[in-house]
């Protein structure tokens, strides 16, 4: 699970008992202090759409270590790892699913976007194996529900399966979308 702007490692965790018991659940912390209010975040916004460059690579980087680090040290099916994003989350989320596509099975991407334009090589003619779950409210404050389209859009010229949602909804993740999200990754758990 990877938290949003101004939170923490602890945000998401109460979402955690909706999902299947047979899942390990690990919530990393943005590594930078959020300066106003408080939390965390994975990296400056100029626009939104785009990250800047030094946090945002710096952010990628240790995410990547702390997701080979999980690998290495807990019991996880290296063939079932699945990201869940919120907001910032999701950015981070779909920078490791695109940039080493070869460690994640899938991604619950809830109210962010794809990082375009940044340091990553992003691999999408390598995605085969790959859900996407892609859900944002219609009524988005933060990041407008273009930038969600806008990601539908790269994703349809990839080669990875996608669900995409809508909500009337803000920046959240609603109760709709949470069961839509449990239902996914119920999916992806029955399929060997």
Not at 26 to 43: E, M
Not at 86 to 106: E, K, N, Y
Not at 169 to 183: F, K, N, P, R, T
């Amino acid at each position: 699970m990877l938290h949003g702007r101004g939170a923490d490692e602890e945000d998401l965790l109460g979402l955690s008992h909706e999902y299947d018991s047979r899942l390990m659940i690990l919530s990393a912390r943005a590594p930078h202090p959020f300066p106003f209010g408080g939390g965390y975040t994975w990296y400056d916004v100029g626009e939104v759409g785009t990250p800047e460059p030094a946090t945002f690579r710096d952010s990628c980087e240790r995410l990547s270590r702390f997701v080979d680090d999980a690998l290495a040290h807990y019991p996880i099916d290296p063939a079932r790892l699945y990201l869940l994003g919120f907001s910032m989350g999701t950015v981070m989320s779909f920078a490791l699913s695109l940039s080493r596509p070869q460690l994640v099975r899938g991604v619950i991407a809830n109210s962010g976007y794809v990082p375009e334009g940044t340091h990553l090589r992003l691999q999408w003619r390598d995605l085969a194996h790959m859900d996407y779950f892609i859900a944002h409210g219609t009524q988005d404050p933060v990041i407008p529900v273009d930038c969600a389209r806008r990601s539908r859009e790269l994703f349809r010229q990839s080669n990875a399966t996608v669900t995409y949602k809508e909500y009337p909804m803000g920046h959240q993740i609603g109760e709709e979308s949470l069961a839509d999200s449990v239902a996914f990754l119920d999916r992806m758990l029955a399929t060997p």
